[in-house]
């Protein structure tokens, strides 16, 4: 499972565009386009950080290493002019993964850790280290509104709770905030 995000235009066009473009890209890297959501307009996480961004979620087939799809999915991002020049900044593509069936990476105490960690740190910090299921999945509306489209039945394998559970535990304002294009 991937969630996809742009909020600046790209060589394809704008965030929709560059959105539509990337899942049209996947083949070429080795991966199959298994489902994927409507298309959303959210809201600019960090609030006042830059434009508001276009999102969705994709399920997706390809390798069983978390590392080689991760690889893919940023040859992708590059290819759409994104720039890793700040954390949580504007971008003409984000794709990240956020889950790989059950799989917990680097373990769970490390997970549960990078789970927890205050905002602010969030913003400051990254981890080294690839860890799945993303930290921040069952916190971000602009993600499981998405994710509901097409997987509302995974359950996370550390909290123990559907993506469905997952997103109706999330303030109402917020979820109201992820409207469909």
């Known amino acids: 499972m991937i969630a996809l995000g742009a909020n600046l235009p790209s060589a394809a066009g704008g965030p929709a565009d560059t959105l539509r473009a990337a899942l049209a890209d996947l083949p070429r890297h080795g991966l199959a386009l298994r489902d994927v959501s409507r298309f959303y307009a959210t809201p600019c996480f960090p609030e006042g950080a830059g434009l508001d961004y276009v999102n969705a979620c994709a399920l997706l087939d390809g390798p069983d290493d978390p590392e080689k799809v991760l690889a893919a999915l940023h040859a992708i991002e590059a290819e759409h ?16 993964l956020l889950a790989m069936g059950d799989t917990v990476l680097p373990d769970a105490t490390s997970q549960a850790e990078w789970r927890s960690l205050p905002l602010r740190e969030q913003g400051r910090r990254s981890p080294e280290r690839l860890i799945l299921p993303h930290p921040r999945i069952q916190d971000r509306a602009f993600v499981l509104v998405p994710l509901c489209d097409i997987a509302p039945d995974w359950r996370h394998p550390l909290l123990g709770q559907s993506v469905r559970a997952l997103c109706d535990a999330l303030p109402e304002a917020d979820r109201a905030a992820v409207r469909p294009l």
């Not at 020049?85 to 984000?94: E, T």
């Open 81 to 96: 002019g994104r720039a890793r020049l700040q954390r949580w900044g504007s971008r003409s593509l984000d794709l990240d």
